[in-house]
C-alpha cells in the first residue's frame, strides 16, 4: 500500500492546491501542472481512493478530501512524528514534548518543512477549503502570512484560530471557507499568525494525551 514516486509527487501537488487555493484543481488543472494527460490525472486520482489516502464525491469532484493515515504511515522509512498542540500562545509553537496534546505521524516527504505542528479543528466554519470538523490541520510556524493563505492565528492572545488571511490598510480580514459563519475583522495589535496550513491530516492520534479540539 506505499505510494510510488508519482503518486506521492501527486498527493503533495494536490495538498499544495487545496492549502492555497481552498479547493481542488480541475482536471485540466492538474493535467497541465502534472505535465501528464487528463486520463493519467484520473487515474492517479482513483489509486489515492483506492488506498485511502483521498475521498471525493462522484466520479470527479473539485471537493476532493486529502486523508493521510497515520496508523497506515507509522511503520514506513520517511515517517515523522509531529506534535498536536493543544494549547497556542504568544511566539512560534515549537514546543518541548511534554507540552505536546497528542502526536501524529506523518510522510515525512510530504510534510518536508522544519518544526511543523498540528492543531485539531473544531467545527465546520473551514468546510469549502476541505478541513472538516475533527480534522488535524499540519502548520508551518512563521508570523507573517501573504492574503489569501490559510493561517493558523492567535486572537487577543488567548484563543487560536485557523482561517483565510487578508490584510487591508487598517484591519486584518478573517474570512472563513462556509457561509454560514461571518467574515472576521480585528485591529492590528489583536491578531499573532503562528503559521500556515501546509495541509490537513485525518486519522489516528495518541488520544490519551489529547486534551481536547481546537476551534475554527
Known amino acids: 500500500m506505499e505510494l510510488t514516486g508519482t503518486q506521492q509527487r501527486f498527493f503533495a501537488y494536490l495538498a499544495g492546491w487545496i492549502a492555497r487555493e481552498g479547493r481542488a484543481p480541475s482536471l485540466r488543472e492538474a493535467a497541465t501542472d502534472m505535465g501528464v494527460s487528463h486520463t493519467a490525472v484520473a487515474q492517479l486520482i482513483s489509486q489515492l ?5 483521498l475521498e471525493r464525491q462522484g466520479h470527479y469532484s473539485r471537493s476532493l ?5 497515520p ?3 507509522k511503520q514506513t522509512e520517511g515517517g515523522r512524528q509531529l506534535p498536536i498542540i493543544g494549547q497556542v500562545t504568544a ?3 515549537m514546543y518541548a514534548q511534554q507540552e505536546w ?4 505521524v506523518v510522510d515525512s516527504s510530504l510534510f518536508p518543512g522544519d518544526n511543523l505542528f498540528c492543531l485539531r479543528i473544531k ?3 473551514m468546510r469549502n477549503a476541505g478541513i472538516l470538523n475533527g480534522d488535524l490541520v499540519v502548520c508551518e510556524p512563521r ?14 492572545g488567548e484563543e487560536a484560530t485557523v482561517k483565510r488571511f487578508f490584510l487591508h490598510p487598517d484591519h486584518i480580514e478573517l474570512r472563513p471557507e462556509n457561509e454560514d459563519f461571518p467574515v472576521m475583522q480585528y485591529p492590528f495589535n489583536e491578531l499573532l499568525v503562528q ?5 490537513v491530516v485525518r486519522g489516528q492520534v495518541d488520544s490519551s494525551r489529547l486534551a481536547g479540539p481546537k476551534k475554527s
Open 49 to 53: 481512493e483506492k488506498k485511502g489516502l
Open 65 to 69: 478530501r486529502l486523508i493521510a493515515d
Open 71 to 73: 496508523g497506515r504511515r
Open 91 to 93: 511566539g512560534l509553537p
Open 101 to 104: 496534546d497528542g502526536s501524529v
Open 123 to 125: 467545527g465546520e466554519s
Open 143 to 156: 508570523q507573517y502570512a501573504e492574503n489569501g493563505e490559510i493561517v493558523a492565528v492567535l486572537i487577543r
Open 195 to 199: 503559521g500556515k496550513v501546509v495541509g
